[in-house]
């Protein structure tokens, strides 16, 4: 395809998020995309194509239309199939556009399993940064002895989320190593800020590069307003460090608070995401 419609499918693809445009503009670059359907009229509008590398093959499904549901996931199913049937070493994926359910579930009867389903959400530069300038809270860097009063919180403020979901609880409890070495390869960067009151560890934030991986209220300080105080200190800092560029998070489907808390505090919505991977006897 030429450059202006591959440049019309990444913008498609940017509605799921940006990491699967970044993907799929560079697997276009090495000429490893495949469109099996794109149409910018008729009853289907939208792209569905598979882009890869050496270790993945990741199928992406975007549509904005669809009036002939059953049309399209034939094509999606007969597409699928070689690669299902297929002995394939490499892991396989499938992440569709969150406002199309029914493609989400015809994806999950081939047996696929979601990974994930959510949004994510951009920090609005525009918006006026407020800071507490008379915050309670003392900021404080990862170290090591921090490790029991980081299980406590990350269990506890995730345990209801968890629940609800059918996740594993007390998952950093059972992990402490596993924990360990993520906290201190994080903030190894700089991108582990605790946030302490009177010895008490209220609350924490995580960032990989432009983005927030994690915001964290101990449940007994929710509802306080530290939220806002975190969430502004993390923002804060990564503008610093990323003056020309965006600042994202993620956050789960389910997690409707969380979305209304974001969005509250000048995050908009720029992408919907539903990513599935294909289980394999072999991994």
Not at 8 to 24: F, N, Q
Not at 71 to 94: H, W
Not at 115 to 128: C, F, P, T
């Amino acid at each position: 395809m030429d450059k202006e419609n591959n440049d019309k499918i990444l913008r498609l693809i940017s509605l799921i998020s940006t990491g699967a445009e970044d993907y799929v503009r560079t697997a276009f670059a090495k000429q490893r995309v495949t469109v099996v359907y794109y149409e910018e009229s008729g009853d289907n509008q939208g792209v569905f194509c598979f882009a890869e590398d050496d270790d993945c093959i990741i199928a992406y499904a975007v549509f904005n239309q669809i009036a002939r549901i059953g049309l399209l996931l034939r094509v999606i199913e007969n597409s699928m199939k070689p690669y299902l049937e297929a002995d394939e070493c490499r892991e396989l994926c499938f992440n569709v556009y969150g406002e199309n359910r029914d493609v989400i579930e015809f994806v999950r009867s081939l047996g696929f399993v979601s990974d994930m389903e959510g949004y994510q959400l951009m920090y609005d530069s525009a918006s006026q940064l407020l800071l507490d300038e008379q915050s309670e809270l003392w900021e404080r860097e990862f170290t090591p002895d921090m490790l029991e009063s980081f299980i406590e919180l990350f269990d506890g403020a995730y345990y209801s989320l968890n629940e609800d979901n059918g996740w594993e609880v007390d998952r950093y409890r059972n992990n402490p190593d596993t924990f360990m070495r993520t906290l201190t390869g994080y903030g190894s960067a700089g991108g582990v800020q605790s946030f302490w009151l009177h010895h008490q560890l209220v609350g924490a934030c995580i960032s990989e590069g432009q983005f927030i991986r994690d915001v964290v209220v101990a449940p007994q300080y929710q509802n306080c307003g530290y939220g806002r105080t975190i969430l502004q200190g993390c923002v804060k800092r990564m503008r610093a460090l990323y003056a020309e560029g965006n600042i994202y998070l993620r956050v789960a489907a389910s997690n409707t608070g969380a979305k209304r808390f974001y969005e509250r505090n000048h995050f908009v919505e720029c992408g919907f995401f539903a990513d599935h991977t294909y289980p394999s006897p072999d991994r």
